[in-house]
């Protein structure tokens, strides 16, 4: 009931495509959704999130889509760049500690 | 930079030993949480203090302790180290206790090796 799934584990894109990551939850309480962005040597760094009553949030180019009704949740990075190329992890929450996806490595190809 | 601070960055040492990682919160933050990170097991929730009160617990074993400090900074304790503790350990602190958009801010990390 704490798990939180995320696919696909790596991805690969082309300089300018669409990036979409898919994280999917079990517990109905969670009730705070962040993504971080990770790269190598570094600490997590949160770049958006979603509270449940909002079915989706824009910050530039990163989007993040909640269908509540089916417990999931996407991370849609437009326009990709090669400086986007990083380890994505969805997160969700409803006691303060946070429980994180698996990650997903992405590569953007110039 | 998240305003997140953790010391060491690296420690090598022994299977046995204890060590201590410590970290500082952000300025203004009462909420510390920490987090073990490896390969097998992802990025994991360990404990979280509010305040310097203890206010959840997750998967730590009884092997780790932590404590958070009058000035907020926190400690993580390790101690009868093992192979398997070998891992990144993150701290991060956020304005409040609970949930309701409580965003966490990560500090860099200490990466411990267990030899």
């Known amino acids: 009931q704490q798990q939180v799934k995320q696919s696909p584990q790596s991805l690969i894109v082309q300089k300018g495509g669409i990036s979409i990551i898919n994280c999917a939850y079990e517990n109905t309480a969670f009730d705070y959704f962040p993504w971080y962005q990770q790269f190598p040597g570094k600490g997590p760094a949160l770049l958006i999130a979603?509270?449940?009553?909002?079915s989706e949030k824009k910050e530039g180019r990163f989007t993040i889509s909640f269908n509540k009704s089916a417990k999931q949740f996407s991370l849609h990075i437009m326009d990709s760049q090669p400086g986007d190329s990083a380890t994505y992890f969805c997160a969700a929450s409803n006691t303060g500690k946070l429980i994180f996806g698996q990650g997903t490595t992405l590569q953007v190809k110039p | 930079d998240s305003g997140v601070t953790q010391t060491p960055k690296h420690l090598i040492t022994a299977t046995g030993q204890r060590v201590t990682l410590r970290c500082s919160p952000r300025s203004g933050d009462l909420s510390v949480y920490w987090y073990q990170q490896s390969l097998d097991q992802g990025l994991q929730f360990l404990i979280q203090?509010?305040?310097?009160?203890?206010?959840a617990k997750g998967n730590i074993l009884e092997r780790f302790s932590a404590q958070q400090f009058p000035d907020l900074h926190s400690e993580l304790n390790l101690s009868s180290l093992e192979l398997g503790d070998s891992a990144l350990y993150f701290c991060?602190?956020?304005?409040?206790?609970?949930?309701?958009?409580?965003?966490?801010?990560f500090g860099p990390g200490t990466r411990l090796t267990v030899l």
């Open positions: 203090y509010y305040n310097g009160e203890e206010r």
């Open positions: 979603i509270r449940p009553d909002v």
């Open positions: 991060a602190s956020s304005k409040r206790a609970g949930a309701v958009y409580n965003e966490q801010f």
